[in-house]
């Protein structure tokens, strides 16, 4: 959303705002920050690039990942080499400290695993110096272990699929830990059904949300309310706590949320109302698989 995609989020980003968020991000105890070349058809990496100009680069021990995507029907291993230069360029970067292939899944007739195809340039890639690590970021966790089956990835990029009302994740993350794979766990906060759970939604991880999960993000807000505690705070906690997650990875475009997320960091929650949080995880055929 740092690029303003209003059509998915709802709201124009100016880049006023987004240019202050991120000098604020710069200066705050957040360290990991996430883009991709297709967002906002670039805008994302080129505002990010523009802060980091204005600011001399990155703070120290800062890591910055983007990802590799494909355009118009093409995912070979020539569009990630141009898509690693595209973004290199917006960033101001000559390597990125992860770099990820992104969204396998909406190329379902492309092979990604054969002689000249996108593995073999992101392996080249990092052979190269311009990535330090390589991820696969995916929302399919079919395809997910298909390209860990590789052994070149080392990050794994999951959205949407391990949250406070949906588990779909969990059993490919045990296999991504045991094997030392990175782990982020991303859109913890289901888009605003888990931060904003009284308003309507019609989507979750990007597609129609299923009936019923709605309504279960409703009860855990009046147990968390209960508490006086915000349903946020939980939905992000859960991510964290869990030690098998490297990076949490969640979205905002205002300087506002800074404070908001390290105060929701800093919060404590009963282990009581954890337990009822549990007791009202909907059953698997609401998650997404």
């Given at each position: 959303?740092?690029?303003?995609?209003?059509?998915?989020?709802?709201?124009?980003?100016?880049?006023?705002?987004?240019?202050?968020?991120?000098?604020?991000?710069?200066?705050?105890?957040?360290?990991?920050?996430?883009?991709?070349?297709?967002?906002?058809?670039?805008?994302?990496?080129?505002?990010?690039?523009?802060?980091?100009?204005?600011?001399?680069?990155?703070?120290?021990?800062?890591?910055?990942?983007?990802?590799?995507?494909?355009?118009?029907?093409?995912?070979?291993?020539?569009?990630?080499?141009?898509?690693?230069?595209?973004?290199a360029e917006r960033l101001g970067m000559d390597d990125f400290p992860v770099l990820y292939l992104?969204?396998?899944?909406?190329?379902?007739?492309?092979?990604?695993?054969?002689?000249?195809?996108?593995?073999?340039?992101?392996?080249?890639?990092?052979?190269?110096?311009?990535?330090?690590?390589?991820?696969?970021?995916?929302?399919?966790?079919?395809?997910?272990?298909?390209?860990?089956?590789?052994?070149?990835?080392?990050?794994?990029?999951?959205?949407?699929?391990?949250?406070?009302?949906?588990?779909?994740?969990?059993?490919?993350?045990?296999?991504?830990?045991?094997?030392?794979?990175g782990i982020v766990n991303g859109a913890v906060l289901g888009a605003g059904v888990l931060s904003?759970?009284?308003?309507?939604?019609?989507?979750?991880?990007?597609?129609?949300?299923?009936?019923?999960?709605?309504?279960?993000?409703?009860?855990?807000?009046?147990?968390?309310?209960?508490?006086?505690?915000?349903l946020a705070t939980l939905a992000i906690q859960f991510s964290l706590r869990d030690p098998r997650?490297?990076?949490?990875?969640?979205?905002?475009?205002?300087?506002?949320?800074?404070?908001?997320?390290?105060?929701?960091?800093?919060?404590?929650?009963?282990?009581?109302?954890?337990?009822?949080?549990?007791?009202?995880?909907?059953?698997?055929?609401?998650?997404?698989?």
């Amino acid at each position: 959303m740092l690029g303003s995609v209003p059509q998915i989020f709802g709201y124009e980003v100016p880049e006023d705002d987004a240019s202050a968020m991120l000098s604020s991000l710069f200066e705050s105890p957040i360290s990991f920050l996430d883009t991709s070349n297709g967002y906002s058809g670039g805008e994302s990496e080129r505002r990010i690039g523009a802060a980091l100009q204005a600011r001399g680069g990155a703070p120290e021990g800062f890591v910055i990942a983007t990802k590799a995507d494909g355009r118009n029907g093409d995912f070979s291993g020539r569009r990630v080499l141009a898509s690693i230069e595209e973004s290199a360029e917006r960033l101001g970067m000559d390597d990125f400290p992860v770099l990820y292939l992104h969204d396998p899944e909406y190329y379902p007739e492309v092979d990604f695993f054969g002689p000249g195809g996108a593995v073999e340039a992101m392996v080249e890639a990092r052979k190269t110096g311009k990535a330090d690590h390589l991820g696969i970021a995916t929302g399919s966790i079919e395809l997910a272990h298909r390209f860990l089956d590789t052994g070149e990835f080392e990050v794994l990029l999951m959205h949407s699929r391990y949250t406070l009302i949906d588990r779909s994740a969990d059993e490919l993350y045990d296999r991504a830990f045991s094997e030392g794979v990175g782990i982020v766990n991303g859109a913890v906060l289901g888009a605003g059904v888990l931060s904003r759970p009284q308003q309507d939604h019609a989507l979750y991880g990007y597609l129609p949300l299923k009936p019923g999960v709605l309504e279960v993000a409703r009860r855990m807000e009046e147990e968390t309310t209960a508490e006086g505690i915000p349903l946020a705070t939980l939905a992000i906690q859960f991510s964290l706590r869990d030690p098998r997650v490297a990076s949490t990875a969640i979205g905002f475009s205002k300087k506002e949320r800074i404070p908001q997320t390290l105060e929701a960091l800093a919060t404590e929650v009963p282990q009581r109302l954890w337990e009822r949080i549990e007791e009202l995880v909907p059953p698997t055929e609401l998650w997404l698989h």
